[in-house]
């Protein structure tokens, strides 16, 4: 696969995984490393709940020698906000920092942040300029393709980004009204990348590795950057490696291996976490990692587990399933190859 250079960090791999919130945590960052995943994003970090000293937003920016390169994502509109957040990010080991102008939560464009400063493209450069200056890192901006069907700007605020030295920019093909569903747009991103000399990252239904090579193809993108599909799916990047090399892909690994990676990521999530956090969290990729498999009684009691010998049993349990292996894997392959998202997300 080829290499991506973002400014002066060179990243052997072109598949990167993208930032989510309430997701992209050390444990999921290393658990996709293991797989192939060569950058990784921390979630959306706000520049006023650094300021205030938040002790969650703190830990979002724990890391470890392994999990490198890493970007960290910041969401913000105020100047001063940003210049103290920045202040205080020099005091943290990562590679790249990448600006948020694509969130469309109501919420965070209320505050005119995230996707509502894609209406205000000279307020964007301005503050890209800023983080260009202050931060020593190269930056990069994550942006949509407008605000709605009706502006449709990426192409000049993509223009503006360059302009204020950005060394890359993310592209997700949707507008900020669409949100997560309806046809990703895959001319305007095209349209982005041939206007610029910065690496073009395209996103949106990177959901599986002809999905990621259909984005690499129809737009002409430097890279293609990874969200739901990675979600109980590390192997989205080493299937996908495999499949633009021109080898077949099998989908998904069998029971066996994706039991062991859920054990391996529930103990990383313990050990980060705390037990009880991190088993709470560690429920929802419990569905996630066996999405198309028959484990319903499985996934209701996963919701329910409190500790760690809990959620272990029931990994176990689903293990045992791998004599039903044939049923197993026709189910998870109808469901994996679907082209579209199997569920709504969001934060
Ligand atoms: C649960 C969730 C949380 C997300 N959080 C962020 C975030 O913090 N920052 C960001 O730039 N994008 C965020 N996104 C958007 C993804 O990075 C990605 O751009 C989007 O999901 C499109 O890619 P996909 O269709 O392959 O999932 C989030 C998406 C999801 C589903």
Redesign the pocket.
Known sequence: MAMLSIGHVIVPSSLVL??????SDLPFRLINRSFGCELAFT??ISASSLVHGSKNTLKMLSATNDDKPLGV?ILGADPEGIKVALDILSGYAFDLIDF?A??PVKKVVSRGEGAALLREPLKLQRLLELMVKKSGKPVTV?IRSGWDETQVNAAEVALRAQDAGVSGLFI?GRTRMQG?SGEVDYRIIGEVKNSLGIPVIA?????TPYLVSRLFQETGCDGV?????ALGNPWIFSETAKYLEGGTVSFRPDLFDITQTMKKHLVLNAVFHGEKTGVVLFRKFFTWYTRGIPVKGLKVSAFRAGTLNEMMQLIDEAQALQAAGDLCLVSRKESLSSSH?PER???
Do not use: T, W
Request: aromatic letters at 6%; glycine letters at 18%.
């Open positions: 993208a930032p989510m919130a309430g997701i979630e959306m994502q948020n694509a969130c994550k997700h997560y996103g949106g239904d990177a959901l950057s990874v969200a739901r599909g998202p997300f969001g934060p």
